[in-house]
């Protein structure tokens, strides 16, 4: 008898239906739980498009996301590179970052209030906090891991300073940042939502605490939870579709 061979797609959707599955059973056996099932959650999602907000709040957090994140990587990928190559100014800063660097970006939060009000900007600012020392550390380890090989070859020939950051240096660190770039990514999608429950009234992080304290709307509660998770799926998709491109990712290929 020839054993029944499922789809690799398919395995992991029938494994999330079975969970599902299980989950409203649960819930169906204790009916006075103030936890709602799958369908309870999908009804709070259809009210959400029904009333436009999860548009809104979606929109709101990817917006806050994306900012956050665009302002630490454009400030914290060339200052690490070039600490990374300068050791001295790498000596110079290193205490100030590692004193920084473990500081949780939410103990940010009373001085982001305070500096830009309740607001957009506030969340901006703790998701760069959150974003700006992954990139910073990974943009340093990787000129660190450059292989001694290609910046010998550089240098033999005879490239300018400006020649051989574009075509050594760059295409070195490229894999490795783009690998810090997805994790540092799925920690400003942490962040946005910790920083939307009390610094501003809109995206999906306010949508999870206005739901618990307006009458107690779990449903809406995991249906924020739910969407959170489902959008933070497709951005780590969307980062590792990027690092497959060829030109990104010559570097975990064997000859």
């Known amino acids: 008898m020839k054993e029944l061979k499922l789809p690799v797609w398919l395995r992991p959707v029938l494994f999330i239906l079975a969970l599902l599955a299980i989950w409203e059973i649960a819930v169906d056996l204790h009916p006075n739980q103030i936890m709602p099932g799958p369908i309870s959650v999908l009804s709070g999602i259809v009210e959400l498009l029904q009333h436009g907000l999860l548009l809104k709040y979606v929109v709101a957090s990817l917006f806050r996301v994306t900012w956050g994140f665009v302002l630490a990587t454009i400030l914290a990928v060339p200052l690490g590179l070039t600490l990374g190559w300068y050791r001295r100014g790498e000596l110079a800063l290193n205490p100030l970052i590692q004193i920084f660097r473990p500081i949780s970006p939410l103990a940010w939060i009373p001085i982001a209030i305070l500096w830009f009000g309740v607001g957009d900007l506030s969340s ?95 449903d809406l509660v995991v249906a924020g939870m739910v969407i959170i998770g489902v959008i933070g799926l497709l951005l780590d998709i969307g980062m590792r579709s990027i690092e497959q491109i060829k030109s990104f990712c010559w570097s975990s290929s064997e000859d």
């Not at 999608?189 to 605490?209: K, P, Q, R, T």
């Open 124 to 218: 901006i600012f703790l998701i760069f906090v959150g974003c700006f020392f992954p990139l910073l550390l990974t943009a340093m380890s990787a000129v660190h891991n450059i292989p001694a090989d290609y910046i010998n070859a550089g240098r033999n020939f005879g490239l300018s300073s400006s020649a051989f950051v574009s075509r050594v240096l760059y295409p070195a660190v490229i894999p490795r940042l783009l690998i810090g770039m997805r994790i540092t990514l799925g920690i400003a999608w942490l962040v946005v939502v910790a920083a939307e429950m009390i610094a501003v009234n809109s995206g999906l992080g306010f949508l999870i605490v206005d739901a618990r304290n307006a009458g107690n709307r779990y």
